[in-house]
């Protein structure tokens, strides 16, 4: 598994999470931006109030960041950016 890591960085997590530089590059700044707020536990409705996004968009945002982690569900992205570890 994976070592405690000081995910503060939203660069940090993104690098972590793909190696592989053309997924980086495909990972957008909201969807980092998203990713840490779902990590600081907001909901889709505060994410979009903060961000100045609707609802939908916040939604869309989170589906494009499962799809490209291969991650089922949206406290899996809290789990790995706080801890580095999935369950």
């Known amino acids: 598994m994976y070592k405690s890591i000081d995910w503060s960085d939203k660069e940090v997590f993104i690098e972590k999470i793909?190696?592989?530089?053309e997924e980086l590059l495909n990972f957008t700044r909201k969807e980092k931006e998203i990713v840490k707020e779902i990590a600081s536990g907001l909901t889709n409705k505060e994410i979009a109030k903060k961000l100045f996004i609707s609802e939908g968009a916040v939604k869309r945002y989170i589906n494009s960041i499962l799809?490209?982690?291969?991650?089922?569900?949206?406290i899996q992205i809290a789990m790995f950016y706080l801890n580095?570890?999935?369950v």
């Open 18 to 21: 793909f190696k592989n530089k």
């Open 67 to 74: 799809n490209k982690t291969g991650f089922a569900r949206r």
């Open 84 to 86: 580095g570890t999935v």
